[in-house]
């Protein structure tokens, strides 16, 4: 059984700082891609960061140059340090991976149960 587990989410005033964790965990052979995603009420889910295994990352334009995605491979987990946070960034955050279980030789997608985030004065 393979699962991520998301966490870190919380209440920030706008211009704060708040960092997100996902650890992935289970029979996992090999994680491709992880990232981050976010859905504010009645809105589409939208990407916010990814990062590949080698480290290339691609980040929305709305949190450029403000936020960070970083992973540890060796732990399978993935963090998101949200800097200068604004009220629009107020959303559940969901880390997402594509991943090859044991076993199998194909590439999936797992996410987590999300993490809310709000951004408030």
């Known amino acids: 059984q393979v699962q991520l587990v998301d966490s870190g989410g919380g209440l920030v005033q706008p211009g704060g700082s708040l960092t997100l964790s996902c650890a992935a965990s289970g029979s996992i052979f090999s994680i491709d891609v992880m990232g981050w995603y976010r859905q504010a009420p009645g809105k589409q889910r939208e990407l916010v960061a990814t990062i590949t295994s080698r480290g290339s990352t691609n980040y929305a334009d709305s949190v450029k140059g403000r936020f960070t995605i970083s992973r540890d491979n060796a732990e399978n987990t993935v963090a998101l340090q949200m800097d200068s946070l604004k009220p629009e960034d107020t959303a559940v955050y969901y880390c997402?991976?594509?991943?090859?279980?044991?076993?199998?030789?194909?590439?999936?997608?797992?996410w987590g149960q999300g993490t809310q985030v709000t951004v408030s004065s």
């Open positions: 997402n991976a594509r991943l090859m279980v044991r076993g199998r030789s194909y590439y999936e997608l797992r």
